[in-house]
């Protein structure tokens, strides 16, 4: 079965820091391009990184470059989102993406706020 679960969300201050995981299960992982999108209340679902198969290609939305890094480890089948100086506009539900399957996990939450 087929499984995207993201983790590592939560409640932070601005300025500061988490680091999102998404762990594959059920697919060959190392073949695909993943990406990170993320969802407000209210708003359209907007992406934010994307790397590719070996990670050594990637790509930022401009509201996130230079404060957040994708990264990912094929032999643990996890993509990271080590996300910083977080902003209260960087709250919202983050989704990892399996772009070339149309994978999509649950969900991590992440909040922004003093």
């Known amino acids: 079965q087929v499984q995207l679960v993201e983790s590592g969300g939560g409640l932070v201050q601005p300025g500061g820091s988490l680091r999102l995981s998404c762990s594959a299960i059920?697919?060959?992982?190392?073949?695909?391009?993943m990406r990170w999108y993320r969802q407000a209340p209210g708003k359209e679902r907007e992406f934010v990184a994307t790397?590719?198969?070996?990670?050594?290609?990637?790509n930022y939305a401009d509201s996130v470059k230079g404060r957040f890094t994708i990264s990912r480890d094929n032999a643990k089948n996890t993509v990271y989102l080590q996300m910083n100086d977080l902003k209260p506009e960087d709250t919202a539900l983050y989704h990892c993406?399996?772009?070339?399957?149309?994978?999509w996990g649950q969900g991590t939450q992440v909040t922004v706020s003093s």
């Open positions: 790397i590719n198969s070996v990670g050594g290609n990637t």
């Open positions: 059920g697919f060959t992982f190392s073949m695909y391009t």
């Open positions: 993406n399996c772009v070339a399957r149309d994978y």
